[in-house]
């Protein structure tokens, strides 16, 4: 027996079977539609995977905005208020980056005048006073920018001379001795070179 | 390869979806048929058919003309679908779906048929890839170089198979009925 003819005939057996009417019809509209769907769940998907690392960006630029406006904003803190801590840090980082100390006089030397004029306890006055000392020693230390270290400190005499008036605590004076006593130094060290 | 054929298939990559219609509407009865040789469930056939189309456009852009015939690209894919669909159906331990469509409650239309259905009848002699190479060889008439590639199997060793399924063949046949 011929098997292999046999076999060629049992095709058009083979052929009879076909996919139904509606498969037929249909079929063709519902393969573009299930590419589609495809496609569009691809993208998706792509935006699914790349949401993480959209949001970290974003945060990360919320971040920065957001501690520009608050290194910004605490500027004016004075010790005891909440952005006090944020003022602190970011002239910190200024001093080290910079090795600049003036900044960090200036600001001592400042709410010292401010915490008088609001007529804040002697306690606080007391303690800015203490933090302006170890400002001054601090840039007297560095030995960077002196001049302009004395020129300050010669404007934070005339700044605490002026509020001494209305204030009846002894810490002005000490604010006073101090500024006094920096550009002094800063005197001594110039006659020194 | 058909000038036709080949210009659907560069357009089909090049993300033109109705050059993919043409194709389909090509190769969508022979996909069927060996899928429905396979599965014996003619919705489960018309399905998984869709699948290989489906599939064959996420990977079209992979797809190399100089490896193969497009034709044996389809069939591999409908072949390795079966195949997946055989296993997990072995998996959660189904009735065997290897039994002719005469014998298969779910395809009543086949069974109401004047005619038997010969070739279930012939197949039922074939374990799985038996069935698949005289599919391939004697009823789509694929050459040994196409059904090598979708079996990923030497020229060699396909006739050799062949061969020995013919012999089986001719001693089954030679004792039974086939409406001759």
Redesign the interface.
Known sequence: ?D??K???E??K???K????RN??EQ??K???D???Q?EKSKTERRFYYLRPFALAVFTFFVLIVISGGLVQASQKALPGEPLYPVKRLSEDVTARISGNQVNRVENRAGEIVELSKKGKSSKQVQKAVEEYKEAVDQAKRSRKNTDDIEKRLEEHEREFEQIKKGSSGEEIDEAIEISKRGRNDEDKKKDEK | MDKGLQELIDKSKKGD?DA??GI??IY??KI??FI??MVYE?EL??DL??MV??KT??SLHSYDETKGTLQSYLFAIARNLAIDYKRRKREISLENIAEPASNHEADEEILREE?R???AE?FKYLDYEEKQL??FR??EELKFIEIADILKQKEGAIRVKLHRI?KK??EK??GGNYGY
């Open positions: 027996m098997i292999e046999k076999l060629k049992f095709k057996y083979y052929e079977v076909e996919p139904s498969f037929m079929g063709s519902n393969l573009q299930r590419i589609l495809l | 979806k993919y219609g389909y509407k969508v009865k069927y048929r429905y040789y003619r056939a018309e058919t869709q189309f489906i456009w996420v005619q259905d010969l070739v012939l005289i599919i004697y009823f013919l063949l001719r046949i030679k």
